[in-house]
């Protein structure tokens, strides 16, 4: 049963689901529906699709995720950076607008939700640690840029294209001359009032006594109020008759079955899109997730998440949806709503379906441009160039990597941007760890820490050296801490005993198995005993099964005060001795 639960986690929380629950849960799903529907329209545009696909994106796999989802909170559904991917992607496969188009979005989803699926079974959730802090939010950053140029052609009610910045931005300059007013008037206009309803509202609210809750929920449902408004301008006043692309035609009813195609050669094309929308989706949800999770002491599984990503995606290339992920925004929401369970989400899934059925009449008359200022509004708030100099500052080489990540996606497309910031970030790493950090150490006195000779004012022993290393030992490091040993007894010619302080060493791979007994044995020709301190079980068992063991020089210490009482004191003997041998001859 146990075993069950995990993959099932809904038998976690639904055998306890209680009308108190149920309430709070009801409540939360109205408030994200009324936030979602604009936001699926939205991102099913910016994807390049027809508005109905985020619809449907934002039904079946709320109820799966409910099923198979560890997190209380998240919200699944197309978000941003998401959509940004799936039109650069299947972009290059299908003209936007035909068949072929939809087909490959189908496809895409099918294909991340398999990969997903295979990484949460193989256990591969740590992989997106590869993806570093500082990569992701350049990435973000540099992509909310692209989101928000990209949507610019809308504001101006031009035609523009282009797959990065500069190709954007120029397509965008040559067309500004036939901008339309109108078109340009009502983007502006939602553009403002959304700016304002966000830094203005909900202080407004609060000043005028409305419960903080309530001035929150009322300013984040100020997007639904400038579809309403706008739709029933365009409405009212015809305004597709004067030149406003509106939405249209949107069809009533539920997600349709849909069986994503299996051409090979699609699937190759859109195989390493697909793995880099699983590991930024997985990677998304999975911050967010956590990040609401800790604040009621939860707790979200990693490997099964990826299987709720995993199946959820599965779901919406089944019922004619597109990528989905935990977005940031509406899951926050949820939370602030009160949302208890994954049931919030199905209860959500239940809203989005009413409005497929219901409201696509009137949706056929909503102003592209409100999408489009929707979207711009949304994203901008997710670019952080001010981090640049924070991680600058603190790291030049994530500085670095956020950077080259920044330019790399807004040159060259955020797949480029992406591969570089991740081979940046595994390429510092490997320098970094090249050159480990090691100090020679020495007792602080009148106690049994050691610190460096360098910093601090410690007693050390001519003929004794302790070499804290600071780094696993691999492949990639072992030439150097061989050449770093052969400097300290080149230098000191009294040196007798060598001790490697290891409670910074993890592992120790075959590479530096080999270095160790290099080092050994040359430490053996110069008459050196090497000395090994504070290894760790793990990286002991290792070595007790190799030959290193037998042949070392010098011993194995529990602890560096170990080390230096035993090596210490036996200079100190060994010295008293000599010194008494001299004295009795002498009297001889």
């Given at each position: 049963?146990?075993?069950?639960?995990?993959?099932?986690?809904?038998?976690?929380?639904l055998p306890g689901y209680g009308r108190d629950t149920l309430a709070s849960d009801l409540l939360a799903a109205v408030i994200v529906t009324v936030m979602l529907i604009p936001q699926s329209l939205a991102y099913a545009m910016l994807a390049g699709?027809?508005?109905?696909?985020?619809?449907?994106?934002?039904?079946?796999?709320?109820?799966?995720?409910?099923?198979?989802?560890?997190?209380?909170?998240?919200?699944?559904?197309?978000?941003?950076?998401?959509?940004?991917?799936?039109?650069?992607?299947?972009?290059?496969?299908?003209?936007?607008?035909?068949?072929?188009?939809?087909?490959?979005?189908?496809?895409?989803?099918?294909?991340?939700?398999?990969?997903?699926?295979?990484?949460?079974?193989?256990?591969?959730?740590?992989?997106?640690?590869?993806?570093?802090?500082?990569?992701?939010?350049?990435?973000?950053?540099?992509?909310?840029?692209?989101?928000?140029?990209?949507?610019?052609?809308?504001?101006?009610?031009?035609?523009?294209?282009?797959?990065?910045?500069?190709?954007?931005?120029?397509?965008?300059?040559?067309?500004?001359?036939?901008?339309?007013?109108?078109?340009?008037?009502?983007?502006?206009?939602?553009?403002?009032?959304?700016?304002?309803?966000?830094?203005?509202?909900?202080?407004?609210?609060?000043?005028?006594?409305?419960?903080?809750?309530?001035?929150?929920?009322?300013?984040?449902?100020?997007?639904?109020?400038?579809?309403?408004?706008?739709?029933?301008?365009?409405?009212?006043?015809?305004?597709?008759?004067?030149?406003?692309?509106?939405?249209?035609?949107?069809?009533?009813?539920?997600?349709?079955?849909?069986?994503?195609?299996?051409?090979?050669?699609?699937?190759?094309?859109?195989?390493?899109?697909?793995?880099?929308?699983?590991?930024?989706?997985?990677?998304?949800?999975?911050?967010?997730?956590?990040?609401?999770?800790?604040?009621?002491?939860?707790?979200?599984?990693?490997?099964?998440?990826?299987?709720?990503?995993?199946?959820?995606?599965?779901?919406?290339?089944?019922?004619?949806?597109?990528?989905?992920?935990?977005?940031?925004?509406?899951?926050?929401?949820?939370?602030?709503?009160?949302?208890?369970?994954?049931?919030?989400?199905?209860?959500?899934?239940?809203?989005?379906?009413?409005?497929?059925?219901?409201?696509?009449?009137?949706?056929?008359?909503?102003?592209?441009?409100?999408?489009?200022?929707?979207?711009?509004?949304?994203?901008?708030?997710?670019?952080?160039?001010?981090?640049?100099?924070?991680?600058?500052?603190?790291?030049?080489?994530?500085?670095?990597?956020?950077?080259?990540?920044?330019?790399?996606?807004?040159?060259?497309?955020?797949?480029?941007?992406?591969?570089?910031?991740?081979?940046?970030?595994?390429?510092?790493?490997?320098?970094?760890?090249?050159?480990?950090?090691?100090?020679?150490?020495?007792?602080?006195?009148?106690?049994?820490?050691?610190?460096?000779?360098?910093?601090?004012?410690?007693?050390?022993?001519?003929?004794?050296?302790?070499?804290?290393?600071?780094?696993?030992?691999?492949?990639?490091?072992?030439?150097?801490?061989?050449?770093?040993?052969?400097?300290?007894?080149?230098?000191?010619?009294?040196?007798?005993?060598?001790?490697?302080?290891?409670?910074?060493?993890?592992?120790?791979?075959?590479?530096?198995?080999?270095?160790?007994?290099?080092?050994?044995?040359?430490?053996?020709?110069?008459?050196?005993?090497?000395?090994?301190?504070?290894?760790?079980?793990?990286?002991?068992?290792?070595?007790?099964?190799?030959?290193?063991?037998?042949?070392?020089?010098?011993?194995?210490?529990?602890?560096?005060?170990?080390?230096?009482?035993?090596?210490?004191?036996?200079?100190?003997?060994?010295?008293?001795?000599?010194?008494?041998?001299?004295?009795?001859?002498?009297?001889?």
């Open positions: 049963m146990a075993s069950l639960k995990h993959y099932l986690p809904i038998l976690q929380w699709l027809p508005p109905e696909v985020g619809l449907y994106a934002s039904i079946a796999p709320l109820f799966v995720y409910a099923i198979f989802g560890t997190s209380r909170t998240l919200a699944v559904g197309p978000v941003a950076v998401v959509s940004l991917m799936t039109a650069v992607a299947i972009g290059r496969v299908a003209p936007q607008g035909s068949p072929e188009y939809l087909g490959a979005a189908l496809v895409l989803a099918l294909m991340s939700g398999l990969l997903l699926i295979l990484m949460g079974v193989a256990r591969l959730g740590f992989l997106a640690n590869f993806l570093s802090h500082p990569v992701i939010s350049g990435f973000i950053t540099a992509s909310g840029l692209l989101i928000a140029i990209g949507q610019a052609r809308h504001l101006l009610g031009v035609e523009a294209s282009g797959h990065n910045m500069i190709e954007l931005l120029g397509d965008l300059w040559v067309n500004v001359g036939s901008l339309h007013g109108i078109t340009l008037a009502i983007g502006l206009g939602v553009l403002v009032f959304l700016y304002a309803a966000r830094r203005w509202l909900k202080p407004g609210l609060l000043s005028l006594g409305l419960p903080s809750r309530s001035a929150d929920m009322l300013s984040k449902a100020a997007p639904i109020l400038a579809v309403a408004l706008t739709t029933l301008a365009s409405w009212a006043w015809q305004l597709d008759q004067h030149g406003v692309a509106v939405v249209g035609e949107v069809p009533a009813g539920l997600p349709p079955l849909t069986l994503p195609g299996l051409d090979l050669g699609l699937w190759r094309e859109l195989l390493v899109a697909a793995l880099l929308i699983s590991v930024v989706g997985f990677v998304e949800s999975v911050s967010v997730g956590q990040s609401l999770a800790a604040k009621r002491r939860q707790r979200i599984e990693p490997n099964q998440e990826l299987i709720g990503l995993g199946t959820s995606n599965i779901a919406a290339s089944f019922s004619g949806g597109m990528p989905v992920t935990g977005g940031f925004a509406r899951s926050v929401v949820n939370f602030d709503a009160g949302a208890q369970t994954p049931a919030a989400g199905a209860f959500t899934a239940i809203g989005i379906t009413l409005a497929a059925l219901l409201l696509t009449p009137l949706i056929a008359y909503l102003p592209i441009v409100t999408l489009a200022a929707t979207i711009i509004v949304a994203v901008l708030s997710l670019v952080d160039l001010g981090a640049v100099q924070k991680n600058w500052v603190y790291s030049r080489s994530d500085g670095v990597a956020m950077l080259v990540t920044i330019i790399a996606t807004l040159g060259h497309g955020v797949e480029s941007g992406i591969l570089a910031g991740v081979g940046l970030s595994l390429a510092l790493h490997l320098y970094r760890t090249s050159r480990p950090h090691s100090a020679v150490v020495g007792r602080v006195p009148g106690s049994e820490h050691f610190r460096n000779v360098l910093r601090h004012d410690v007693e050390t022993d001519k003929r004794l050296v302790i070499l804290r290393i600071d780094e696993s030992l691999y492949f990639a490091n072992a030439r150097y801490l061989e050449d770093t040993v052969m400097a300290l007894i080149s230098r000191d010619f009294e040196l007798q005993h060598i001790v490697l302080a290891c409670q910074a060493v993890n592992t120790i791979d075959a590479s530096a198995l080999e270095s160790l007994e290099e080092i050994n044995a040359r430490l053996k020709d110069a008459d050196v005993a090497l000395h090994l301190a504070e290894v760790k079980g793990p990286v002991m068992d290792k070595l007790r099964g190799s030959d290193f063991m037998k042949a070392l020089g010098g011993e194995v210490f529990l602890s560096t005060y170990d080390a230096w009482r035993s090596l210490h004191q036996e200079k100190t003997s060994l010295a008293q001795a000599t010194n008494t041998q001299q004295v009795h001859q002498t009297k001889e």
